[in-house]
């Protein structure tokens, strides 16, 4: 019959040369354990400071023995930090440096005659949910050095636990510029759009600040690639452009009659959709301005080839449905100042706003038309006519149903959209949450988003001076 099973670590017994030694000038670093171990993860588990040591290693029983191919450097701490590289050869329990602590098994010496003996701990959390980030890469650049984070590989740096934290020791006295990253390639050098976060201020070590603690890094991706145009083709009675990425804003010109023409944005704004009433086979150059949600901005060309559907693929992609979507957004209810979005889909040619009609509290005596073609402050048109977004100040009290007949709007191949009615009703302010401040910052395109617990954005502004989020439900506070 088999024994209880064995959940005791391994821990080390000595090592040569010892702990916090210095003035080793040997080829050959030793670590002995109290039973027979395996390092079959050391290679992605072992973290060595200064970077780029070569070595090999080998484990003989309970020992571990690592063997530098090159000299090691005069003057220099050296420091190693084996994570969950070595373990018992029973059932895997991972090696620590004793059993009173359990301390992480980390060993450093020195080449000279002082060890290096300065730290920093923190830990790295999400930008958007705060949640720990396990697995990032944490590096200190020293500020006298020329190198940088995206070009450079650290001469320090560790990775986060499974709780986000860190630990680094056997620093040398300076400052440092601290980052974290998501080191997806493991190459120790910051790519785009690997998630990313920094300390403003440096680090410094001194002799009367030996230990920095307490720093938290806050990561999130950057990005500063414009859209890119994937692919390009003629669909049906349409031409498609599709893009690498959603798109929040959008411009396009051509030198054709702007009356037999429109665009608009299609599958989540990720494809661009170009109308031509007038299909032949001449080539025509459309330029386009496209900006990502982060501001990027594309200004590119694509030669366009519009050309009349052959009868398969006439009856294959037929002409898109003309509907409406009249909506709130980002509102629970409809308030005083109302604002509403009528979502088409397709671009509007024509409209004839006295088909456009509101009843408040349904009363029918005051029914009115809801815009005036000269009420320039009360509507606007998105760039390709396919959202009108309206404000307004209606008197309401019980509810606001909006009257859209036949005749209102004409897409750009002429169809027409049923006769529709939609009712919203109004919320009380007091009723509700808000969230209001001020923004302070010298960057020109920036969105304020609101999230939910779970992180999605459930509102958002673009370029506010000053946010106001209204009309929230209650909703738990997330830790931290």
């Known amino acids: 019959m088999g024994g209880p099973k064995d959940t005791l670590s391994p821990f080390v017994v000595r090592s ?89 098994l980390k060993i450093a010496f020195s080449t000279g005659d002082v060890i290096d003996s300065m730290s920093v701990g923190g830990q790295v959390l999400g930008l958007l949910n705060n949640k720990p980030i396990v697995g990032a890469l944490v590096s200190l650049y020293n500020q006298e050095d020329t190198l940088q984070y995206n070009q450079d590989k650290p001469y320090y740096f560790t990775l986060t636990d499974e709780n986000g934290f860190f630990n680094m020791e056997n620093i040398a006295a300076g400052s440092y510029n601290i980052y974290a990253f998501l080191d997806k390639n493991n190459d120790l050098i910051y790519q ?104 990027n901005v594309l200004e590119d060309t694509v030669d366009v080839a519009f050309r009349p559907p052959n009868e398969r693929e006439r009856d294959r992609v037929a002409p898109e449905a003309f509907r409406i979507d009249i909506r709130s957004p980002g509102q629970a209810g409809i308030q005083p100042q109302v604002r509403l979005e009528f979502a088409f889909s397709k671009p509007v040619a024509r409209y004839d706003f006295s088909q456009v009609r509101y009843l408040p509290d349904g009363d029918s005596s005051r029914i009115s038309q809801l815009l005036h073609e000269d009420s320039l402050d009360q509507y606007n048109w998105n760039d390709a006519r396919s959202l009108l977004s309206i404000r307004r100040n209606l008197n309401l009290k019980e509810e606001l149903r909006i009257l859209v007949d036949s005749l209102a709007f004409f897409s750009i191949e002429q169809d027409t959209l049923p006769a529709t009615t939609t009712k919203f009703e109004p919320k009380n302010r007091s009723e509700f949450g808000s969230i209001y401040g001020q923004v302070t910052t010298t960057e020109k395109s920036f969105i304020i988003q609101l999230l939910d617990q779970s992180g999605k954005v459930i509102a958002e502004q673009r370029n506010p001076q000053q946010f106001d989020f209204a009309y929230l439900p209650a909703a738990p506070i997330p830790p931290g």
Not at 26 to 34: D, R, T
Not at 70 to 76: F, G, K, R, V
């Open 16 to 104: 040569i040369p010892p702990n916090q030694s210095t003035n080793f000038r040997g080829e050959l670093f030793i670590v002995e354990f109290n039973e027979w171990v395996r390092a079959e993860k050391l290679r992605q588990e072992l973290i060595i400071t200064p970077p780029n040591t070569q070595y090999s290693h080998k484990t003989l029983k309970n020992r571990l023995e690592i063997k530098f191919e090159d000299p090691l450097l005069e003057n220099t701490t050296y420091s190693f930090n084996f994570r969950k590289a070595v373990e018992d050869i029973t059932e895997g329990n991972v090696a620590v440096m004793d059993t009173l602590d359990y301390d992480a």
């Open 192 to 295: 785009e759009p690997e998630a990313v976060g920094f300390q403003v201020e440096p680090l410094v070590f001194s002799d009367t600040l030996t230990a920095i603690g307490g720093v938290n890094l806050k990561i999130a991706s950057e990005d500063h690639t414009p859209p890119e145009v994937l692919r390009d083709r003629p669909i049906g009675t349409y031409y498609e452009i599709g893009m690498s990425e959603p798109l929040t804003s959008l411009s396009v010109a051509a030198d054709i009659n702007p009356q037999n023409w429109a665009y608009d944005l299609i599958n989540k704004a990720s494809t661009i959709r170009l109308y031509n009433l007038e299909a032949g086979y001449d080539t025509i150059p459309f330029r386009i301005t496209a900006e990502d949600t982060v501001g």
